[in-house]
């Protein structure tokens, strides 16, 4: 929800691109190895060429449960620092 109102030019551009990953799945299993992931987690990556040249976890998003504004805001401000940091 955050990128579709707070990215919409990003995502309609291309720049930025959302994916909902089951970790569950068989298919999946190589994000859990990559990203150690235990549980859920928001992961930015930047892409070229179809490979990933860096990421970074949204470590701070579930200590913020039933704050919608501050996670906006966190979501938010991370988002726009990675995308800055490569400009």
Do not use: C
């Not at 930015?44 to 449960?65: F, G, H, T």
């Amino acid at each position: 929800q955050v990128l579709e109102t707070e990215f919409q030019d990003e995502l309609q551009g291309g720049r930025l691109e959302f994916q909902r990953i089951n970790a569950e799945l068989p298919e999946n299993r190589k994000f859990v190895e990559k990203y150690q992931l235990t549980a859920r987690a928001v992961i930015v990556s930047e892409m070229a060429q179809d490979q990933e040249i860096r990421w970074k976890p949204l470590e701070n998003v579930w200590k913020l449960p039933g704050n919608e504004a501050a996670f906006t805001q966190y979501v938010h401000a991370e988002i726009t620092n990675y995308l800055q940091e490569n400009q």
